[in-house]
Every structure is written in C-alpha cells, then in structure tokens.
C-alpha cells in the first residue's frame, strides 16, 4: 500500500531524512522504533504533507499513486490518515463538527454523497463509547481542555470515524496511563485487518505488547538501520539503541 523509496528530506536547511526506505503491505502493522531526535516525526509529517518539511530525494507511492505529487487534503482523501504525537487544539471548532465536515470534504474529493446526520450521529456514539469518550467532551472546541490522554483517544476516534485505509500513528502512546493504553490499543486493533495498513511510530515496546506488529523497525539518524519481526521490539526493549549509535 505504501511505499517509500531512499526518501531525503530537509527541516530547515538540515538534512533529517537521510536515505529512508520502507514498504507496508495491506493487512500488516509495522513499528518504527527509534531514540529521540531520530526523525521519526518528521516521516509522519513527511508523509502528511506538511509545510516546512521539503523532500530532496526519494519516492513515496501510496496505492500506486504518487504520494509526494498530493496536497494534503487530496492524502487524506486517499485514505490516508495521519494521528499526530502533539495534537493540536481548535478553540471555537467543534470536534463534532469538525470531524463530520472532515468525513464529507473527503468523500466529496472522492466522488461519494454526504454522510447523513443520522448516520453520523450513530457512528460517532458507537465509537465515543468504545473509547470512553464522552459526548459532550466532544462537542467542545477540538481537543480543547483535553488531558493528554484525552487528545490520544480523540486520535483514535477520527481514526475510526474518517475510515482510512492507512494509518500513520506517531507517538499514539505517549502520556497514556494503562487504561487509556488499552482502549487506544483496542482501537488500533479495530481498525487492522486485510484491507488496511498501519505504521505505529512508537519510542517504546508497550503500545506492541497491546497491538502485535508485524513487522519492526529501527530508525535511527535519518534511515531504517534494521528490521525485523516481533521479536526485534524485545530486544531493543531490553538493550535499548546503543549498538545502532552512529
Ligand atoms: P523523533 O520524532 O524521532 O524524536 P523528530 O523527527 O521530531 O525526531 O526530529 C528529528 C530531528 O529534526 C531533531 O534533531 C529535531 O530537532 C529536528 N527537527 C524536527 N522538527 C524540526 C523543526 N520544525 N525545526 C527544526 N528542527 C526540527
Ligand atoms: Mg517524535
């Protein structure tokens, strides 16, 4: 579904990305592992389409389509989606509003109707009681006055609303207590399967002991420096990034 091809790119004048090559399959889950500063986030943000972020080198085709040659509303509405690991908030924007407005920019782009309000509605009740959110919360500003494990699970409620076919998720762990974890993880879970494709940008083992990766790999200094199965995700647990030190 994705693949990403010795893909260069600059933050600034600097170079962060330096030669990344990565290929995800439909129905696999891949883990990027890697220590702070790695680039790790600056792939997702790569990969989104954001500003200030230029790519120098390299090809990333998602579904067979050139992904670098899209805006990012048009990525989105190819069905991928992009969990961020510092959510932003929206003063003023409901979250209801924003994610229903969201859903029909992108079927509109793709040629489909309108989401009915009822249908909306129902599938925005289901899932905010699948992730323990409640429906007030979400008809605030987005992600405003929300905990940090709030905003995680809000990640995984637009997940499970926009219906991608591929998510990216940086950091969809980080500042999560156990419970929250699980829940964030369950949702992950739901959303996996033969058609759909993930890649799990992720500091540590936890979040894999919740959502089973198929597939790991260790990013270190701007490019994937070893991959592996399952098994990898121990190992770096237990002997950390030392012997990938540049
Ligand atoms: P990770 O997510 O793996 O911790 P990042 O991709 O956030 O790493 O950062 C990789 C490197 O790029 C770091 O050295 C960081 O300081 C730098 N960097 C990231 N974003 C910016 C930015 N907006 N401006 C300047 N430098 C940045
Ligand atoms: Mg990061």
């Not at 990565?22 to 220590?35: D, Q, R, Y």
């Not at 230029?54 to 090809?59: A, D, F, R």
């Not at 919740?210 to 270190?220: G, I, S």
């Amino acid at each position: 579904m994705l693949d990403i091809r010795n893909l260069h790119a600059n933050v600034g004048d600097r170079e962060i990305l330096k030669g990344l090559s990565l290929s995800v399959g439909a129905g696999e889950v891949h883990a990027i592992m890697g220590p702070n500063g790695a680039g790790k986030s600056t792939l997702a943000h790569v990969l989104a389409g954001r500003e200030g972020y230029e790519v120098t080198q390299g090809s990333v085709t998602f579904l067979g389509a050139d992904l670098l040659a899209l805006a990012p509303h048009e990525r989105a509405a190819a069905g991928l989606f992009l969990g961020f690991q510092y959510p932003v908030e929206i003063p003023g924007v409901s979250n209801l509003l924003f994610l229903r407005t969201a859903l029909n920019a992108q079927r509109k782009l793709r040629g489909e109707g309108e989401i009915s309000g009822a249908e909306f509605l129902k599938a925005v009740k289901e899932e905010a009681q699948a992730l323990g959110l409640d429906m007030e919360m979400l008809k605030r500003g987005v992600n405003v006055g929300f905990s940090g494990g709030e905003k995680k699970r809000n990640e995984a409620f637009q997940l499970a609303l926009l219906k991608p076919k591929f998510a990216v998720l940086d950091e969809t762990d980080s500042g999560l207590d156990i419970d929250a974890l699980k829940v964030v993880a369950a949702g992950v879970n739901r959303f996996r399967g033969p058609d759909h494709g993930v890649l799990l940008i992720t500091h540590y083992q936890r979040l894999l002991d919740h959502v089973a990766p198929t597939h790991v790999h260790v990013l270190v200094g701007g490019r994937i420096v070893e991959s592996g199965g399952p098994e990898l995700a121990h190992r770096l647990e237990a002997e950390g990034y030392e012997r990938h030190a540049a």
